[in-house]
């Protein structure tokens, strides 16, 4: 028999993976908090659409608000638990489907940030694994049931990276990598750790910069002094991660040395950096120019945003290794000051002294 699933946050993550995953044939239980979305998706499905026709889907699900939850009692227990709420509702979402779980059911994290510390606080090391979904899938919820793709699919791009905490790629690793597959290119890694630490330095480079600015990605790329700053926090972020000892992959499309070279004021590094954020390089998905980051969505509906999970545990992490991060310092301050309505949000609000 196959795999009961559930998905816990059917955003634009969730929502999008549940979708694929549905429509593949998998057995999926999709779980919301907001009203409007579940009520959308329960008369409806969800509508998925993408840079092209042939991404276009629209596929009926099972989807259940959070006060539906109790009634997983009565049906089949879950195998594989996906969460992929914010950083900071990992450990109640974690509890709430900890005791529907299967005998030999995981939780895996599918979030941005590092929390697979916080799922096995709830469920133990022995049930968590990691999934990393890379900068190319790109998706935003843009209104109930409504999930649009802002980053061309591409069979080179590695969309989804499953780990085991362990470092060993295990058959549960590979059999939830190929149920991911569904969804868009998936392979298991022995290297959660590093794969984590590499997207922390993509989005942490771009997220928490578009939510202080109110900036598009291409609109945050093309703009000299912007640019400037997303590079002092890349070189950052890889020189934490590597004082951590990472293995570090690609930031997207940027050899991540030649990142922190730039940043550490290496011309010909700095001018491959700029090229490839500018003109797009090898490895690098075409994107749409209303793609915005996640963490600018949160920003633009008034929700709290991850930057504390994300910048701040980069700066926090530096740290403790004794490696400064300002940049990161200063965009978790200004981030925290436009969402609570302080300052609005404007490219000025990054181009100061660190």
């Not at 510390?117 to 999934?131: D, H, K, N, Q």
Request: aromatic residues 6%.
């Amino acid at each position: 028999m196959g795999k009961r699933i559930a998905v816990i946050g059917a955003g634009a993550v969730g929502g999008y993976a549940g979708a694929h995953l549905t429509a593949a044939g998998h057995d999926v239980t999709l779980i919301d908090a907001w009203p409007e979305h579940v009520d959308y998706m329960k008369a409806n499905g969800i509508e998925i659409f993408g840079m092209t026709p042939q991404e276009r889907l629209s596929v009926k699900v099972n989807a259940i608000h959070l006060t539906e939850v109790q009634n997983l009692a009565k049906q089949k227990p879950i195998d594989i638990a996906f969460v992929a709420v914010k950083s900071y509702d990992t450990i109640w979402a974690t509890t709430m489907i900890r005791q529907y779980l299967s005998a030999s059911g995981c939780v895996v994290s599918m979030q941005n940030c590092i929390n697979e510390e916080r799922v096995a606080s709830v469920v133990g090391w022995g049930r968590t694994l990691g999934c990393i979904v890379t900068g190319g899938v790109g998706v935003d919820l843009y209104q109930p049931g409504h999930i649009r793709r802002g980053y061309a699919k591409r069979a080179d791009i590695t969309s989804f990276y499953i780990g085991e905490p362990s470092g060993k790629i295990t058959k549960r690793a590979r059999e939830i990598a190929e149920i991911m597959a569904s969804v868009d290119a998936s392979k298991a890694t022995d290297n959660l750790w590093g794969e984590r630490w590499t997207k922390l330095c993509v989005n942490g480079m771009r997220n928490g910069v578009s939510a202080a600015t109110g900036m598009g990605g291409n609109a945050r790329d093309n703009h000299a002094a912007v640019r400037r700053i997303c590079i002092q926090l890349g070189g950052e972020s890889v020189r934490v991660g590597q004082k951590l000892g990472y293995k570090l992959g690609k930031v997207g499309a940027l050899p991540y040395e030649m990142l922190a070279e730039a940043m550490e004021g290496d011309a010909t590094s700095y001018k491959e950096i700029e090229r490839l954020m500018t003109e797009g390089g090898a490895g690098q998905a075409e994107r749409s120019d209303y793609q915005r980051p996640s963490m600018a969505q949160d920003m633009e509906k008034g929700r709290r945003t991850e930057i504390e999970f994300m910048n701040g545990f980069i700066a926090s992490e530096g740290a403790r290794a004794g490696v400064r991060a300002p940049t990161h310092e200063m965009l978790t301050r200004q981030v925290l000051r436009v969402e609570r309505g302080e300052i609005p949000a404007r490219p000025e609000n990054i181009l100061i002294n660190t």
